[in-house]
């Protein structure tokens, strides 16, 4: 793909993943084994307090087409299959879970250096589209991203969204919900060497007058081991440290307080993917 705006899921995505990727409260263990073929097939298993889900997954790859096939607990089977660049910068990607006859969907991806657009169409005979647009290029990108009912003739989804990018730091600005939430992003390296990062994210809800804000950092302790940490106005403080103890298999622990109820329990959520 070439270099430019990228998608409209970009936008604050840097500043998500340091806030939020990897925390969780749950226990999750993933294996991952291949085939003589190369076929890969991936074994999830997820415990949420009482209640146990797992799924299993394969995922086939034939030059430019990949095709990802996944069961889980429900009986369900979730089939994906992308194409990538049938033309230049263009990624073709077609979805559907069985039984349900609704869930077919197409969703078209292309990539420019001035722009970049994602959009989607149910197979139904009222189907809900999706679409997204980004304008601009590696620096300054503006963006949209839209849900349409075919049914009831409204919009579902109305987000719009701005971003900044230097070479240290990403900023963005997104409306979401219809015009009632404002976020605002900001996500600064302030060393590449030890991959040290702070990030925060403001969120302002119109409707309720309520705001969020949550600050976060990460920082590597060696090549293997990184730790992360975030807090929220709220009094809510989260903790990771990962390790990769042997190539791309690694071991997550995380755990979250409320400051403003240190009686109650912490939440502890443990991580573990194995791949060979």
């Known amino acids: 793909m070439v270099k430019g705006p990228g998608l409209y899921s970009d936008i604050g995505k840097k500043a998500r993943d340091l806030l939020y990727k990897d925390y969780q409260s749950d226990h999750k ?5 291949y085939t003589s073929t190369g076929v890969a097939i991936t ?51 077609f979805s559907f879970i069985v039984p349900d006859q609704r869930s077919g969907k197409v969703e078209l991806q292309y990539q420019h250096e001035y722009a970049g657009i994602s959009t989607s169409l149910g197979l139904t005979a009222n189907p809900i589209v999706n679409f997204s647009g980004v304008v601009g290029n590696n620096v300054v990108a503006l963006g949209t991203d839209l849900s349409f009912d075919t049914t009831s003739g409204n919009f579902t989804k109305l987000n719009t969204g ?60 060696d090549p293997l081991t990184s730790v992360k940490a975030r807090v929220n106005n709220y009094g809510r403080a989260s903790a990771l440290i990962q390790h990769e103890w042997r190539p791309k298999s690694l071991f997550t622990i995380s755990g979250e307080v409320d400051t403003r109820a240190i009686e109650k329990s912490a939440k502890i959520g443990l991580a573990l993917a194995l791949k060979p």
């Open 29 to 33: 263990f993933t294996i991952t084994t």
């Open 43 to 93: 074994s999830t298993g997820v415990k949420k307090g009482d209640l146990f889900v797992a799924d299993v997954s394969t995922q086939l790859k034939n030059k430019n087409i990949t095709t990802d096939i996944k069961v889980d607990t429900n009986s369900n089977l979730l089939t994906t299959v992308t194409v990538d660049e049938p033309a230049p910068g263009l990624k073709a990607i």
């Open 162 to 221: 701005l971003s900044y990018t230097q070479t240290d730091l990403i900023a963005a600005l997104t409306v979401n919900d219809k015009g009632d939430t404002l976020n605002a992003s900001y996500y600064h390296t302030v060393s590449p060497l030890t991959n040290t990062a702070v990030g925060a994210e403001l969120s302002h809800s119109f409707s309720s007058n309520e705001n969020t804000l949550t600050i976060g950092t990460q920082h590597a302790l």
